[in-house]
């Protein structure tokens, strides 16, 4: 069974800072994907950037990237330059291709004025 | 695209009585579709996968026979909250997996539903 850890229950960060949120897994699978979701007090679930296990380079979207490190299952999130908007709960999550998502417990991220 | 829609977005109903929740995928076809329940302040749980044309895959204490779950076609899935109970009362979130857009296999998310059992 696939497990996926965030071990900052909260963070906080300045606007126009740069923060990064953590996040590990274990698995045996060599084939899988990997995913940021935010969750804004609206309760929406929203995909921020997703990762394919097979890509090396590092995913990208716009402020958004990942620091993927296979070898030592490792996902982690940064967000530069933050803003109002990014005040969400944001989840890690694991999915073997075709199977569940396996989400991470959250982090509650506060960007500060 | 990749939208996912959920109705009602907010219910109340009294102790004993069913409620259906509706799931839609808008802009493209879902062959399979997930069902999440989530309590405040914590992550995601599922609750169900739902398969278009067969029967749906309930998690581990989950009862099939109180949330009941129907795919009727690749962009409905329906969930039944029969003979709710306040303990029911919870934020109900369904997604759809889409393969095609973007590439990779991953869940669109509809907005939620909030349920309420007095």
């Known amino acids: 069974a696939q497990t996926v850890t965030q071990s900052q229950p909260e963070m906080s960060v300045q606007e126009a800072e740069t923060v990064t949120l953590s996040c590990t897994y274990d698995t045996s699978e060599n084939n899988y994907y990997l995913f940021w979701y935010k969750q804004p007090p609206s309760r929406q679930m929203i995909l921020v950037i997703r990762?394919?296990?097979?890509?090396?380079q590092n995913a990208t979207e716009n402020r958004f990237s990942v620091n993927f490190q296979k070898a030592a299952k490792s996902f982690s999130l940064k967000i530069s330059d933050s803003q109002l908007g990014d005040t969400a709960m944001y989840f890690c999550?694991?999915?073997?291709?075709?199977?569940?998502?396996?989400f991470g417990g959250g982090t509650r991220l506060m960007v500060k004025p | 695209g990749a939208v996912v829609s959920q109705h009602p977005s907010r219910v109340i109903c009294k102790s004993g009585t069913s409620v259906k929740i509706e799931c839609r995928s808008l802009?493209?076809?879902?062959?399979?579709m997930f069902w999440y329940r989530q309590f405040p302040k914590k992550s995601l749980m599922l609750m169900a996968t739902s398969n278009e044309g067969s029967k749906a895959t309930y998690e581990q204490g989950v009862e099939k026979d109180k949330f009941l779950i129907n795919h009727a076609s690749l962009t409905l899935s329906t969930l039944t909250v029969t003979s709710a109970h306040p303990e029911d009362s919870s934020f109900y979130i369904c997604?759809?997996?889409?393969?095609?857009?973007?590439?990779?296999?991953?869940?669109?998310f509809g907005p939620g539903t909030r349920l309420t059992v007095l």
């Open positions: 997604s759809a997996r889409n393969r095609d857009y973007g590439g990779s296999d991953t869940q669109y």
């Open positions: 990762q394919e296990a097979y890509k090396q």
């Open positions: 802009d493209f076809q879902a062959t399979t």
């Open positions: 999550a694991f999915n073997n291709a075709g199977n569940m998502l396996t």
